[in-house]
């Protein structure tokens, strides 16, 4: 059974540029995002659901950090009690203050090789930087360690 989780826009954008969005349909259902993550994307898969949200508290709460699609994400991710899919550092900070699990698009191609869902994760980070996805070097080594490439 794959695991549901919540999308800000960074992901979905990125693995999108580099025609790579079938990796997080191999590794996640449902794939719901926030109507402002919906919005900022500009997307429409049938695929990604969007989901309202239950309260506007949250995320008035959390705009004081993040933008407003991290903030509904995070929201959104914590009203489902589901994983979170986040690149940005504050984001991240704010939603595991909230209890709420979070991978990174980078956790998400080390998850994609280990469960044999791509065979190398090396060109597809090369292909996400060549589209201006910025992965720092420590990260990038990390996970190309994890995955012994």
Known sequence: MKEAVVSDSTCLIGLERIGELNILLSLF?????????????????????T??????????????????????AIALASEKSCLLIS???????????????????????????QNGVVSAVKPILDELELNSFFISRALREEALKLVGE
């Open 29 to 49: 259902d449902p794939i719901m995002i926030p109507p402002e993550v919906e919005r900022e994307f500009g997307s429409n898969f049938s695929w990604l659901q």
């Open 51 to 72: 989901e309202n949200l239950a309260s506007s508290l949250l995320v008035a709460a959390l705009r004081l950090a993040v933008d407003a699609g991290e903030a509904e």
């Open 87 to 113: 690149d940005d550092k504050q984001a991240r900070a704010a939603a595991k203050r909230l209890g709420v699990s979070v991978i990174g698009t980078v956790g998400v191609l080390v998850r994609a090789k």
